[in-house]
């Protein structure tokens, strides 16, 4: 009995000196971490492939929040053939290149419906705009984007103002002229672009609460 009431003091210790959230900061700004690694994961090519996206959340009520996300991604991508000459595997990198450019601005309104300002559980409705820019061999070509989606997450707010958020949502995103979606396997806010629809499946952020 009395080691369960010791470990439990400690529990009780370490949430109010690092887990302990300040309801009463105003605004937060927060990025997406994982989007500057996607390089990372793709073909060792020599290719470029970045994203980054920054928000902003302000407190309006204990129950309301406004955020404007702006991200961004770039693509700098070259062909490679690949092909066996008996049992001696080759590849080479062709002379087709593709670089494609991508900006959206997101401003989603945020509902907390237990009221608890800045952090907790949320649901998020927004409108996108933004702008794709595809350059190759074939075209060179500007897409307008524009679009909506929910968002629904949860997001803490430490003792000493760093935030930590996840969450996840779908959207649908439209572009004039068609076509926008073959050029891309990621969106610049972390979204996966899918023939009828956008799935974000792990919004991941870090970012700090004043």
């Not at 949430?15 to 959230?21: G, L, V």
């Amino acid at each position: 009995m009395k080691k369960s009431f010791f470990i439990l003091a400690i529990i009780l210790v370490i949430n109010q000196n690092i887990f302990s959230q300040d309801a009463e900061r105003k605004f937060t700004i927060q990025v997406s971490p994982m989007l500057w690694f996607i390089d990372i994961f793709s073909a060792d090519t020599g290719d470029i492939l970045f994203a980054m996206d920054l928000e902003g959340q302000l407190k309006l009520t204990n129950s309301t929040n406004l955020s404007l996300t702006l991200s961004f991604l770039l693509s700098d991508y070259t062909v490679i053939y690949e092909y066996y000459y008996g049992d001696i595997y080759y590849d080479y990198k062709d002379d087709y290149k593709e670089k494609i450019y991508q900006i959206s601005i997101k401003p989603m309104f945020v509902y907390r419906p237990f009221e608890t300002g800045l952090r907790g559980f949320y649901l998020g409705f927004y409108p996108n705009i933004g702008l794709l820019h595809v350059e190759n061999d074939y075209k060179n070509q500007f897409y307008a984007e524009f679009g909506f989606g929910i968002n629904v997450g949860y997001k803490w707010i430490f003792r000493n103002g760093f935030t930590m958020q996840l969450g996840g949502g779908i959207g649908k995103t439209f572009s004039i002229p068609e076509g926008s979606k073959r050029y891309i396997d990621i969106n610049s806010d972390g979204s996966i672009p899918l023939t009828h629809t956008d799935i974000h499946l792990l919004d991941f952020k870090l970012g700090y609460s004043f």
